[in-house]
């Protein structure tokens, strides 16, 4: 796992090489509008998006052969889950090296001609990072197992001795993410049972102990080698995991995965996490081209989330409270108000998504299927703010609920039985918003790949492939294309931080929205099963924009639709 160690010291004439991101600074030359701010962000699941060599499982090259379908559905940058070396014990969440691609996806080559080819589209590249935890097979880990107790190496991790007469019981009563306890017990080199190591997540992922200066400087120094590469910002996993409570206090019961999300944890959201995000905010505003940060945070509430994106420090942070929010009008203009009102006084975007690797696809979550689901993306993408796509939801697609057990390959569906209690997604059946993209209505993996894919696909995913959809003016496929199209050409969709609610009839949600060149665009969703009148604003509207099914100006607003007006 050294391809990082050839490559930058042993340049080829086709060895990356460092560029800047899409724009760079020029002198003399306004700095343009900062892109994050009304950015569309496609998430690419590596393993799942385009498989180019045939091995069933989704790679770089094929993410580069598929970069001009991204760049025709108009979004405005490629976010991809992690491509890092690492033994796949959790999907790639398991980090071996930081700086070399895991064989299965390529190698360093294949990253930089991708952060290029996106660049002259127009894409700019997210990557994931991962900080919290790293792989068990990750270098420093190995040598603190080897080494044993005392080693400087287990300061970089969570070592403690255990609790009971001779060491038997776990340092505290954390439990892991994916079930059971939060700790395993090691041996000592002479095979003697020794202390325990913290894992929020499965075993194979032992958390990084953020006290250590080392840990600190490994991180910067990873964010300046991508940096280097080209890409245009991280997306942080477990950005609000790194620091610990002081003393790793016991919670003082079971169920703490109830909790995710609902109050501040020991081992969440704590304060110290800040100081780690303004020292990388310093980062990357050294580079130009306006490299971002991107926190998935799971905090509370929308005024924890805030903190995260002060002006000095990250840029974004999802919202997973909109996410979590079910398709109901009084709920949702509830969650806009919050998501804005705790934004705004930090001068950060909100951000919008429904659907992600670790959740139910917004299709089969909201129920009512595709139609609620085109009306939810179509509302999604009328706010005010950045707004993430997940792979797939654009051809409406729907959560695989029917995956065999030995197909699956999710950690925590081998830790189910060991207290899991299946909260926020993490229920060990994440694997059904997995299953690898359609492209074609033909073939072993509906051009996924020149053999099957590494998860079944549905026998019926032939008429919701990018083929099938492309050029059908009804298709989901192609109501996402004109959407995008609408929202980078209106400034009223997407910039700005404020909606101006309309009075609207019971379970629908309808506001207006001025853009800086002074056209409006209207807006109204009907969450209900049954048709509701027409809000009177919209009735008197100019003209239709867009709507997510079939729909007569002038007439009830129907069920499950989302329509756009201009004024």
Known sequence: MTQHLADRTQPTSDAPTSHPGAEAATPGVPTPPEWWRDAVIYQVYPRSFADANGDGMGDLAGIRARLPYLARLGVDAVWLSPFYASPQADAGYDVADYRAIDP????????DALIRDA???GLRIIVDLVPNHSSDQHEWFQRALREGPGSPLRDRYHFRAGKGENGELPPNDWESIFGGPAWTRVADPDGTPGEWYLHLFAPEQPDFNWENPAVRDEFRSVLRFWLDMGVDGFRIDVAHGLVKAPGLPDMGHAGQLRLLGTQKLPFFDQDGVHEIYRAWRGILDEYPGQRIGVAEAWTPNAERTALYVRSDELNQAFNFH????????????????????SMRPVGAPATWVLSNHDVVRHRTRLGGGVERARAASLLMLALPGSAYVYQGEELGLPEVVDLPDEARQDPAFFRRGTGGDG???????????????????????????????WLPQPRDWGGLSVEAQTDDPGSTLELYRRALAERRARSALGAGDTVEWLAAADGVL???????????????ANTTDRPAPLPEACAAAGGLVLASGPYQQGAPLPADTTVWWEE
């Open 119 to 121: 660049h002259d589209l």
């Open 423 to 453: 909260q926020d997604g993490q229920d060990g059946l994440r694997d059904g918003c997995r299953v690898p993209m359609p492209w074609s209505r033909e073939g072993s993996s509906f051009g996924f790949g020149g053999s099957g894919g």
């Open 510 to 524: 309808a506001f207006r929205r001025v853009g800086a060149d002074g056209r409006a665009v209207l807006v109204a």
């Open 322 to 341: 909109y996410l979590s929010t079910p398709w109901n009008a009084a709920e949702l203009r509830a969650v806009v108000d919050s998501s804005l009102d």
């Open 104 to 111: 299965m996806f390529g190698d360093l080559h294949d990253a």
